[in-house]
């Protein structure tokens, strides 16, 4: 009769592909390739990059949408929209310009109902990105401008009025009419509008007048222009690029 050794049992770690358990430093035992005690903070932080990541598309997404919502009045790119009712570009304009008449729709020191409606549902960092949007824009002008009043517009733009004691525009908006921080850029802004503003600064603006601020400065400068004056200085910005 032949003899059968019995086979010695394998380890309980080996049966069945079990792995075999591992000591981490400190004593904490787990599986073999897996260490517990840093995957749950990874997986936290994996989560909360997700959840910051979706954020910000969310973010980004409102933001171009209330860019789409601006140009459907503003027109493409910012442009500006020549009609009944014109409304003014936006494209290059001075981002702290923007931000201040925003925040006077706001407040309604710059009275317009359409407007305080618009600019009541933006939150400040979405002011911030808008403005930026816009202030990188740089569309060609739309034009329409009367091309005769063109020289008489350029000498008081960059001379003023002396004998009515009246500035050069040139000396705050700069001789390009870009114009810098509060002061608004004026090159390549609707004729039509240049128009309306300079002629209603003292309602459309709204301002109070104890306060010391740009519109404070342009009250008694837009009051001293006549209106043959007024047409011919928005006729040269308007033809500036």
């Known amino acids: 009769m032949t003899r059968v050794t019995p086979t010695k049992p394998l380890p309980a770690t080996r049966r069945s ?53 601006c140009e459907d009045c503003h027109g493409p790119q910012a442009q500006g929209f020549r009609g009944y009712y014109p409304i003014p570009r936006l494209a290059g304009q001075q981002p702290q310009y923007l931000k201040n008449q925003l925040r006077a729709f706001i407040n309604r020191s710059r009275p317009n109902p359409i407007m305080s409606n618009v600019a009541h549902v933006l939150r400040p960092g979405m002011i911030d990105a808008i403005v930026g949007y816009f202030h990188r824009l740089n569309p060609r002008p739309i034009g329409g401008e009367p091309k005769r009043l063109v020289a008489a517009g350029k000498s008081i733009f960059e001379n003023g009025v002396p004998q009515d004691n009246v500035a050069a525009c040139a000396a705050c908006h700069g001789p390009h009419a870009t114009g810098r921080g509060e002061i608004p850029r004026l090159a390549g802004q609707l004729y039509p509008y240049v128009v309306k503003e300079l002629t209603n600064f003292p309602k459309e603006r709204g301002q109070n007048p104890v306060i010391h601020g740009p519109s404070f400065i342009m009250l008694p400068v837009a009051h001293s222009l006549t209106r043959s004056q007024i047409k011919a200085v928005a006729a040269y910005v308007s033809s500036l690029r």
């Open 17 to 69: 592909g079990a792995t075999a358990p591992c000591r981490e430093a400190g004593g904490r035992r787990t599986k073999r390739g897996v260490n517990w005690h840093l995957a749950l903070p990874l997986a936290v932080a994996a989560a909360a990059f997700l959840a910051a990541g979706s954020a910000r598309s969310d973010a980004h997404s409102s933001i171009q949408a209330k860019i789409r919502y």
